[in-house]
């Protein structure tokens, strides 16, 4: 049986999720005129997972454990990825109804013939800020990312411990805080990611100034 403490998490966890999308996204109509909310309204929301208003109201207030029929249909109208979807099922105690295997992070063949096409520095980051393509002229600036082990390619890391990244930013702690912010936010999504969680654990040991911050 899932806690109320998780029943809880899991509703802020939708309400957090609804902020992010617009009518747009998602494929309803949108006026154009102010919402008194941010991103989706929970009628919205219900109406995309099929399920009435006060259901998915009792389900952002942690009052009602979900079924795994109605799990799936919230990770479609919520527009999840593959670490928000376990997420959710890990809050409503569903591990089970969980896919095997996570998918790895891939670059679709389109994006890298763009990247190859750009005439800017570029790199593509994932999950966890993972650095996953680059082109050309963003290893001649940042880094040779070929040179960096699969398992360290993550951007963060290379900020706190390649020299060479530290001299490359005039500004490096700007750039380095801001890092460190959108980590948290990928920790708060997903807190129980062993990769992310191994990672901070870590940059907290390796540098003081990511420890702090």
Do not use: C
Not at 15 to 24: Q, T, Y
Not at 54 to 61: A, I, N, P
Not at 98 to 104: D, E, V
Not at 129 to 150: C, H, I, K, Q, R
């Amino acid at each position: 049986m899932t806690s109320s403490a998780h029943l809880k998490e899991l509703g802020e966890f939708l309400k957090a999720r609804r902020a992010e999308l617009s009518p747009r996204t998602v494929g309803l109509p949108d006026s154009g005129t102010p919402r008194r909310v941010a991103g989706l309204r929970r009628e919205e929301v219900a109406q995309l997972a099929s399920i009435s208003t006060d259901y998915y109201t009792r389900l952002e207030q942690g009052r009602m454990q979900p079924s795994v029929q109605v799990l799936q249909t919230l990770v479609r109208a919520l527009h999840l990825q593959d670490d928000q979807r376990d997420y959710l099922l890990d809050l409503a105690g569903k591990t089970g109804a969980r896919p095997r295997g996570k998918a790895r992070q891939k670059v679709k063949p389109q994006l890298r013939r763009l990247l190859d096409l750009t005439a800017t520095p570029a790199i593509v980051l994932g999950r966890r800020m993972d650095v996953l393509a680059w082109n050309a002229l963003g290893a001649a600036l940042v880094t040779d990312f070929s040179e960096v082990p699969e398992k360290e390619r993550n951007y963060v890391r290379l900020l706190f411990t390649d020299p060479a990244l530290r001299n490359l930013y005039p500004d490096w702690e700007t750039v380095a805080r801001t890092a460190v912010a959108q980590l948290r936010r990928e920790a708060a999504k997903y807190p129980q990611d062993p990769r992310l969680v191994a990672l901070v654990g870590e940059l907290s040991v390796r540098d003081e100034d990511f420890r702090t911050w």
